[in-house]
């Protein structure tokens, strides 16, 4: 799914990714509103070279439109338990147009009190968690998101699948205009990292994974068999712990467990909530913002000049760019959708 | 400084500990507010095993009280941004005083309003931050603390220190009586790991550390000349710009490049701030709160079923247990001590 390892690659351009995903979506029934919540999401991730978040996801969402698992038409809820606790309920619709319901909120709470959270409850998630708080980045916020995965991961130690890949992601508000933000599975790789190397037919790096019998695997069709491993051991595993808890139980969500065994085995997301924290630092002292936000720009000033560093996101920012001229798409992946019934 | 490696071990009671603590202080001419909160601190981390935040500290807390570095007689001062962004200026005096002030108002504004963050400011913090957050827990929050360490840490990929080792503290309200807490430095080792290994004159494990050329070493002296490295590459080190920022520039607190910068060379603490972020699960929703509680329950009760899983904290709480009796204190250490000027 890699195009630079993709014998064949058609190039499209973001409007022309934008459109196929709307019109594959309506054309299988999702409501219009969450079917251009979703073009939108696919066309960031896709501008950004993220490949298995771009168009490759549409393939899922499809398919979760037709088994029935994601309300097609279930328009998304806000609600206020505090000023700075928002909530929204996206009565089992897609995550994206949830997101966009709750996330302006989420900016004026965190801006008029300095820091605010907002749950996003019972939706079915498959966007990348960098371009949900991306919003909040460019509204001048340090934020973070975090969302259960697929249970595939099993603790530091054990021999079985417990937590979701449980990715975090967080975001400071410089450097300007290409702001630091990273985004990563708690899991040594993420699922769909897994999934295209299986597609691709090659190996995992040794360290990814565990077969059923809970001993070392690189074969990607074993490993998605048993179970991923967390990341950095013990302290990646405390890490995917903390993120089933505050995505889950903490917002009365499900775990990646739970949300397992309501699976009905189509390739879409499964059922889960997603927790923001947003926090605005000039209301942690405004006299003294510019400075501080100097002192930020130098050290990543400073990590940037040592030779080796590449800082979060820079290279997402390049692709960005590139994907001005358009984006490559492997034929393989266009032709699917293309097939797909109208 | 590991009693288990130690020849000759004293034991102390908890009390003891703690009276030796406030009366070295004390003679040194700490404030006595500082002196307590102090011993208060330290006793918490010995009848924890936490030898690196124990009675081991205490050199290093005289030393900057000899040096002139920590303000022997400041009060923390809180103040309120908002409701919910709180701050302690703790005046450039030791930490644990200026946490004791501000921990109780964290935990009342986030029973009031789901979330809450609480900066201490200028403070030299020389405690474990699980001990730090453990009253919010208790107090049934979910609770996060950050804060920068020693300049000590080079960037993943980069050759020279440029981050703290920038510990990351996050506990929830269960087990009931043991709560999941964890405390991790994002170094692949805490600076103080790394100390007690020069000490006992053992050699570090590999991807620790680099030394100042650049290159890998297995050399504690090395490494505490060169740099040690994040845990879990590029992931880790983005965890540890991330505590670089929200324990730096959000709250107006400096760097740990800057805090290096201003240090004077003896034993103690740099200078720095700390974050701390609570979040009551029953403002989320009180009326499922029981059941989710009950969900997190699970959870733990799962992880801790597969062979080889230990939950973050569990060794702490039976150390705990058995300090009852008292803790074993090394016989170099008390008499390095008990030698300290009067």
Tied chains: 1, 2.
């Excluded at 993420?190 to 090659?202: F, H, I």
């Excluded at 040794?206 to 490993?223: L, N």
């Excluded at 997301?269 to 209301?283: C, K, N, R, S």
Aim: hydrophobic residues 45%; glycine residues 10%.
């Amino acid at each position: 799914m890699n195009p630079a390892t993709e014998p064949d690659s058609v190039r499209l351009s973001l409007d022309e990714v934008h459109d196929l995903t709307r019109d594959t979506l309506l054309a299988a029934g999702l409501g219009a509103p969450h079917a251009f919540a979703i073009a939108r999401s696919i066309i960031r991730a896709q501008a950004d070279d993220c490949h298995s978040h771009g168009l490759y996801r549409l393939l899922g969402y499809v398919d979760s439109v037709r088994s029935g698992k994601a309300e097609r038409d279930a328009l998304p809820v806000l609600t206020r338990s505090t000023p700075v606790v928002l909530r929204v309920d996206a009565g089992r619709g897609f995550a994206p147009l949830a997101i966009e319901t709750g996330v302006p909120a989420l900016i004026e709470a965190a801006k008029t009190y300095g820091i605010a959270a907002l749950a996003i409850h019972e939706c079915y998630h498959f966007s990348a968690l960098w371009a949900d708080i991306e919003p909040a980045i460019e509204a001048g916020l340090a934020a973070w998101c975090f969302t259960v995965g697929q249970c595939c991961v099993a603790p530091a130690g054990g021999n079985a699948p417990l937590f979701g890949t449980n990715p975090i992601a967080f975001g400071w508000p410089g450097p300007a205009g290409r702001p630091f933000v990273f985004d990563f599975a708690t899991s040594a790789a993420a699922r769909g990292e897994v999934e295209l190397k299986r597609r691709a037919g090659e190996a995992l790096p040794p360290g990814w994974a565990i077969g059923p019998d809970g001993t070392p695997t690189t074969d990607p069709a074993v490993a998605l068999a048993g179970a991923l491993l967390p990341f950095g051991g013990h302290k990646g595993s405390a890490l995917s712990m903390m993120v089933e808890l505050i995505a889950g139980p903490l917002i009365g969500d499900v775990t990646s467990r739970q949300a397992k065994a309501m699976e009905n085995g189509d390739s879409g997301p499964p059922l889960g909530g997603e927790l923001f924290i947003a926090m605005d630092p000039a209301v942690f002292g405004a006299e003294t913002l510019d400075q501080r936000l100097a002192d930020a720009e130098e050290l990543f000033a400073r990590a940037k000049a040592q030779p080796g560093v590449r800082l979060a996101s820079e290279r997402r920012y390049a692709a960005r760019t590139r994907s001005r001229d358009g984006v490559l798409i492997p034929a393989r992946l266009l032709a699917e959708i293309r097939a797909l019934p109208r």
